[in-house]
């Protein structure tokens, strides 16, 4: 059964924490629900790279991309989600077992995510024919930068700044017939070193989890199939293969984002 | 912003946060029960060798496009590609075709999409013409993304680009296309006043088969900003 929820070291845990734990869970519910659907209102509209207007692009300087070090292992429908506080609160508690466990797993493999997709950039960029370069950059928020260094830096045409939103595997529900997926879903914008004139700005979802209604225009991809795994159990049991179908997702979006710029 | 990208939130900003997060979590359950229109299903096209071809597009039928400004609904324009449409007979093999007209002035954004319809995807190349009918680019095929269900090319529109040329790519048609799709439903219940939202999930995996024919949507909006 149950009870109040406990902080670390036993005691009960406080109103605040318990807010906070609540808030964890509505944004979890809210954030497998809105895996695709939100996108359509996550940024300004979609503008398409115009490379024959700026020819002048040679190499560009990517922005360290906003990305958290660790994955989230989503369910993105279950039973608790309908059961109110008490269930939302189960919830996010499993959720963080999840994230903890696979977290722990990618550490024991030696996998570094972040470092992989920026060397999945370079090479989605490389292979557009495009000279690349890393420019450290402070993030004050997850999100794309609001401003970019004016001016530019030594030798930059362009920044292409990414933010990576969330990625990890995600399973749409329970049950065997909704299995672990690969996801990750990026913000991504191009912008001209000397003017910080926008030349490009897009969304890449992998593996999306739609819901009904107005769907969005993100870039989609499809999911790998050859990265399925029916249950956590079973994702958690084969850990290298876990890490490579996430870093696949990661690669194909980071190809996606190249295509963009080309 | 997606909500869940940021891990932690000062306490003191509870009570927006919250709202903000009830408000998502309400929008995205209207959002889930709405209807969701089902595509027509339509046997795949891979056999045009009966269709009468030429050598150049007809432009004389172009479909004229409407430019909106961002912010304003998008006014598509559509064309359906079968056995009655316009045949090319280029140097890769027969190919169906629609060509819109694109509006004067610009700079616009043109999105051209081709839409699935149930087992068939219209395989789509692009060109632009000018208004002599002269090629004056081809967009890379690459540029066709899945923009949700819909394989979506956007680009930006030069002078003198009067054309918009979509056709089928002969070389691709008849390969198969798999994708898998998650989806999330909620359903609202309700009895003796308590009403409880069930969210379920489904993992589906669709065939379909590049083809000649199928639906295609061009949209135009222009790059200048709206007015105040």
Known sequence: ?262 | MWPWATQRLPSARWCSDMSTALRIAALLTVLCVGACATPPDIPPLLDISAAQCTQQPDLANAIVTVATVDGDSEKPRTATLNLRSGCIDGADGRSLYAVFAMPDGGPFTISVSSLPQGRSVLAPRARILDAQGVEVRRLPPSSFLFRGPNLTALYRSHPGEHYLVVSSDPPSVGKPLRRLQENVQATTAGAGGIFVTIYTGTDIASEATWSHNGEISVSVVSDKPAKK
């Open chain 1, 1 to 262: 059964m149950l009870g109040r929820p406990r902080s670390a070291d036993g005691r009960f845990a406080t109103t605040d924490a318990v807010r906070g734990a609540m808030f964890r869970h509505i944004r979890h519910a809210s954030a497998c629900l809105a895996l695709a659907a939100l996108t359509a209102c996550a940024t300004e509209r979609e503008i398409p790279f115009d490379h024959a207007a700026n020819s002048g692009i040679k190499t560009i300087g990517v922005l360290q991309p906003s990305m958290s070090p660790t994955p989230t292992i989503l369910l993105a429908s279950d039973i608790g989600q309908s059961l109110g506080l008490v269930g939302l609160l189960v919830d996010a508690s499993m959720q963080a077992n999840r994230d903890k466990q696979f977290g722990e797993l990618m550490s024991a493999q030696g996998v570094k995510p972040d470092a992989n997709f920026l060397a999945d950039v370079h090479a989605a960029l490389a292979a557009h024919g495009y000279s690349v370069t890393d420019v450290p950059e402070a993030r004050p928020s997850a999100d794309l930068l609001k401003t970019y260094p004016k001016g530019g830096t030594d030798g930059v045409d362009a920044y292409l700044d990414i933010a990576i939103v969330n990625y990890g595997y995600v399973a749409a529900g329970i049950g065997d017939s909704t299995p672990y997926r690969p996801f990750v879903g990026a913000h991504c914008r191009l912008v001209r070193a000397s003017d910080g004139a926008v030349l490009m700005q897009d969304v890449v979802v992998y593996n999306p989890v739609v819901t009904a209604g107005p769907q969005p225009r993100a870039v989609t991809i499809s999911p790998d199939p050859a990265y399925t795994f029916k249950d956590f159990d079973t994702l958690t049991a084969d850990p290298a293969n876990a890490m490579k179908g996430m870093n696949v997702a990661l690669g194909d979006a980071a190809t996606s984002i190249g295509t963009l710029v080309q």
